[in-house]
């Protein structure tokens, strides 16, 4: 049996560095669940509705990691990842698409055509 080694006061170890994530999705529902996922493993998440959010963030604070939906209106995931590297962010970039923007199997083009 493995024993999770001590943490905290009085302890030789120190506590893991809490990540600060910046979460980007138009859809606030989804938004909502994705978030309290996040703060149940431990992140510091900061949320925002849309690009022009997201950067008016970025512009106040470094973020370690930002989890962005690729479909927005107004400015893309990636054309928001763009404007974050040309600002210098250094924080790691996931672009996420929702389930319910993919295509249903029915729909999508056999791999011969």
Same mark, same amino acid.
């Given at each position: 049996?493995?024993?999770?080694?001590?943490?905290?006061?009085? /302890?030789?170890?120190?506590?893991?560095?809490?990540?600060?994530?910046?979460?980007? &999705? &138009?859809?606030?529902?989804?938004? &909502?669940?994705?978030?309290? %996922?996040?703060?149940? /493993?431990?992140?510091?998440?900061?949320?925002?509705? &849309?690009?022009?959010?997201?950067?008016?963030?970025? #512009? %106040?604070?470094?973020?370690?990691?930002?989890?962005?939906?690729?479909?927005?209106?107004?400015?893309?995931?990636?054309?928001?990842?763009?404007?974050?590297?040309? #600002?210098?962010?250094?924080?790691?970039?996931?672009?996420?698409?929702?389930?319910?923007? %993919?295509?249903?199997?029915?729909?999508?083009?056999?791999?011969?055509?």
């Amino acid at each position: 049996m493995a024993i999770a080694p001590k943490t905290g006061k009085g /302890s030789m170890l120190a506590e893991p560095k809490k990540i600060d994530l910046l979460l980007v &999705d &138009d859809d606030a529902g989804f938004r &909502d669940m994705v978030a309290r %996922r996040f703060l149940r /493993s431990g992140y510091r998440v900061h949320e925002a509705a &849309d690009a022009v959010e997201a950067l008016e963030l970025t #512009a %106040r604070r470094q973020f370690d990691v930002a989890v962005v939906d690729l479909r927005m209106p107004g400015l893309s995931g990636v054309e928001l990842l763009d404007k974050l590297k040309a #600002a210098g962010a250094e924080c790691e970039v996931a672009l996420a698409e929702p389930p319910h923007y %993919r295509q249903p199997s029915w729909q999508r083009r056999p791999a011969c055509c």
